[in-house]
């Protein structure tokens, strides 16, 4: 096993040799048999070891039995302690993805800390086919059938080509000493339940099985790659990426056949979950919209509009003078000038005597007009928006910037006539519009 377990390193993690390694430790029989091997291949790396106090004395021994290996060995180890009941608990979250949540955000922590280069896990073939099996159990595309990846990142998983029957086997004829999981022996949890109960019938049916089933992996993995390179070439030509909008053209999207397949490729990562609505949402009618806890999707016309959830909930800003300014939630200053330089859309300059304090800043509403700059005559804000093919989305980040009930500004955008410099010679007020906070 140590001969295999160099030549797949060699093969697919030869960077690991020279750096900086964590290895996760439980005390169990799969983590102290990866312990081991690493000593054997003179790796520089550390332990790191969670007490989750979910089985009381038991946990603090486990600890015990890491910390004094590591002492034995002279190997530096981290170790804490986690409340893992109340943070499921505060967090609504099953005890295991508690634990996993716990325990990998504790993990880059000290890889930050200490400057660590990557994570080490003994995860191994029977936790692959696990894996499936638990995501078959509860619905999955394609991706939640591809087994564990032998690297995410800075995680790296260097025993997934061996069987536990391999791994017991090592430690057997190494002798090794580990601590047992008493709650390996219960069926409380899925995984448990499939360990010892259907994987055992699946081994009987085909001696083979888990060459098998890496075997099959190998081929969902090679057609995750087919469509992975099918959903980017479909993007290219269906998604545009603008104002800090991702925008769908559905008439492109409804010419593919599975263009629900798309859309869920493209939007799952952002937290959509409810996707008959999220596919009916390209047959409705404008402006119905789908949500998810960051994100809004939206129909607006000829388009899906994907939009991060803007955390603006105030009605009205209201400047009093001047020598105000603005951070939250917009970000904008005024100043006195003597000079006019380039306006751009961020910056508008005004005559300080047209305006009227306290200045308004506020959402745009229907009724709303103003006398463009440039332009003779007045226009509705709502045809503005038209003329110049707001999305809705844009609608809704607009602000106006107002006195005595007239429009000054359609923030970051178009200034009004009626309050620009008759001459040079007035008082003269640079207002400046920083949108790089708001996007």
Known sequence: MLQKLKNHIQQNFS?????????????????????????????NFALAHCNFQLRNLESDEDQKFVTNYAKQHNIPCFTIKFDTKKYSETHKLSTQVAARNLRYDWFKEILVQEKFDYII??????????????????????????????????????????????????????????????????????????RHHIVPVLKEINDSFLTSFQNTLLHLNQQQTLVDDAVKLVYEKVVSEENQEIKINISALLQYKNYKAYLYQWLHKYGFTAWNDVYDLVQSQTGKRIES??????????????????????????INSVTESTNFPLNFSFCNISNISNQNKNIIFVEESKLQFPLIIRKWNEGDFFYPAGMQGKKKVSKYFKDEKFSQFQKE?????????????????????RFKPDNTNQNIIQITYNNEKNS
């Open 397 to 417: 980040a607009t602000w106006i910037l107002e006195s005595n009930s007239q429009i000054v500004w359609i923030i970051g955008h178009r200034a009004d006539e």
């Open 121 to 194: 896990t003994a995860h191994h073939a029977d936790d692959d086919v696990e894996t499936f099996l638990i995501h078959i159990s509860r619905g999955t595309g394609l991706e939640g059938l591809t087994g564990i990846p032998s690297q995410n990142g800075n995680i790296i998983r260097p025993m997934l080509p061996f069987s536990r029957k391999e791994i017991e086997n090592y430690a057997s004829e190494n002798q090794l000493v580990w601590r047992e999981d008493s709650s390996n022996a219960s069926d409380k949890y899925v995984r448990n339940k499939i």
């Open 15 to 43: 960077f690991l040799q020279d750096k900086k390694l964590l290895v996760a430790t439980s005390g169990g029989l799969d983590s102290m048999v990866l312990v081991h091997l690493f000593q054997k291949l003179n790796f």
């Open 293 to 318: 806890e960051n994100y809004i999707l939206l129909k607006d016309r000829d388009y899906l509009l994907l939009s991060q959830k803007r955390m603006m909930n105030f009605e009205t800003i209201v």
